[in-house]
């Protein structure tokens, strides 16, 4: 029997681009343009760029206005997992200003501690400190079940960030 090696190629060849192509307009069809779409329509929010991996998707936005932002964080976490059938969603917040990010940084020790003893009660007195240290025109947070929510602004960049109010803990053995 004589194996022709044109047919078995060009059916591999067919059947490979079937699948990744059918992937490809699937993720691209069905997930991220009714993320993006959905997104979009939210004022104070920008899209930076999805990203659709096998585990989890990432999402990289852009927040303008401190009042929402707790509730659009909220409602994209929940439109991500919803678009992907539950699949965990990391949501990156681009903040143009590495000064506020210095800031921020040089302060995590503070609210580090109050997020480890659970005294959420200390974060707005080290927000209040951080805005007569450095001079901030805002320095604010909001908290819900899950997260706290951080604004830092200087007058002329935002700065917004997100605290998990719960740690996952792992034990060695």
Do not use: C
């Not at 047919?7 to 681009?17: D, K, Q, T, V, W």
């Not at 993006?36 to 899209?47: D, N, P, Q, S, Y």
């Not at 819900?144 to 960030?161: A, C, E, M, R, S």
């Amino acid at each position: 029997m004589k194996v022709r090696t044109m047919p078995i190629f060009l059916s591999i060849l067919i059947s490979s681009i079937v699948l990744f192509g059918g992937w490809y307009v699937f993720q691209s069809q069905f997930v991220k343009k009714p993320i993006a779409t959905e997104i979009a329509a939210m004022k104070g929010v920008k899209l930076g760029a999805i990203s659709v991996g096998r585990d989890s998707v990432d999402v990289k936005v852009t927040f303008t206005n401190p009042d929402t932002f707790a509730d659009q964080y909220k409602a994209i976490q929940r439109l991500v997992a919803e678009k992907t059938n539950g699949k965990p969603a990391t949501i990156q917040l681009n903040s143009p200003d590495n000064r506020l990010q210095q800031i921020w940084n040089k302060n995590a020790f503070a609210i580090d501690e109050a997020l480890d003893l659970h005294t959420y009660s200390k974060i707005p007195a080290v927000l209040n400190s951080m805005k007569k240290t450095y001079g901030l025109t805002a320095a604010s947070s909001q908290i819900d079940d899950q997260n706290i929510y951080v604004y830092l602004n200087d007058g002329k960049n935002p700065y917004f960030t997100v605290l998990p109010r719960y740690k996952e803990v792992s034990r060695n053995g």
